[in-house]
DNA sequence: CAAGTTGTTTAGAATAATTCTAATTAGACA
DNA sequence: TGTCTAATTAGAATTATTCTAAACAACTTG
């Protein structure tokens, strides 16, 4: 009974299995990545972040591979893309409809779910054009 | 009768009483882009943008001084920043309740009145904090 | 399993928007 | 006009992000 063999974890399996079907190569780095992107609740991160987090768990991974990864999870609709500070940009787990508080001092952005805004008039997109997306923004002084 | 004495026009004088007003210097360069972002309608610019504007204007102002500009304006409430997209910023010299599209492919914003968007459910912020606006994006593919 | 193929990672250089520094210039106002 | 203070500027610095091209690793096929 060798020490060597490790048995994949639940939430190991259920990475892999994002990424394979999403149709991502589960490499080591996306690997570790993904988990620490999705092992628990919802998250708004930047690259930054995210690169720190895992030397803090001795995942070797260079910056390069963090960006590539964020932006290929996000390509293939495993995170969305946000930037509402010029300074930098958030990738967000939660994928679904939902809008955001946005703590101006802090920088820090919550979830706000899809059913706590209504918005009962929108206008047309000009030309017929197709809505991508809408967000709400709604910002936090102090 | 001399050619030099030249008499401010009136949107001279508007620029000059806007900028006195607000608190701020009227100097040479920021009354020509004042000018340039307030001569005509509503806009959403880049510093880039408008530094290409004032050299196509002959108006001699470094780069550094429409940042600095752009920023006091922002500043003293005669513009308002978006960053939208997370490569550069505009600013948008409407600064009265509105909200936008952003047209994903050219990168341009274009204001939707305050009225055409009528929410009616926003979550309370938390903790009490202030609500310092809520900012409504429409996002159009293509 | 052993190629062979293709996608991924990486160090480090490059880019680009923005900010900073420190010296010069120019409004304000007595 | 002279003094004071704020604004402008060239150029360097900073910082997030992207690029390059070489090494590497996952997948496929035989
Ligand atoms: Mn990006
Ligand atoms: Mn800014
Ligand atoms: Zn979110
Ligand atoms: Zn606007």
Known sequence: ?????KKPSAIN????????????RPTRQRLALAKLLFARGHRHCSAEQL??????HRVDVSLA?????????????LLRE????????????????????????????EDIADDQVSIAALPAAPGGAEI???D???RIRA
């Open 13 to 24: 399996v259920t990475v892999l299995e994002r990424l394979r079907a999403a149709g991502l």
């Open 51 to 56: 690169f720190n987090e895992a030397k803090g």
């Open 132 to 134: 991508s997306r809408v």
């Open 82 to 109: 946000i930037s509402i500070d010029s300074s930098s940009s958030y990738f967000d787990t939660n994928t679904g409809n939902h809008h955001h508080f946005y703590f101006e001092r802090s920088g820090q952005l």
């Open 65 to 77: 591979t963090v960006y590539n990864a964020l932006h290929d999870f996000t390509a293939k609709g």
């Open 136 to 138: 709400v923004i709604i």
């Open 1 to 5: 009974m060798s020490m060597r063999q």
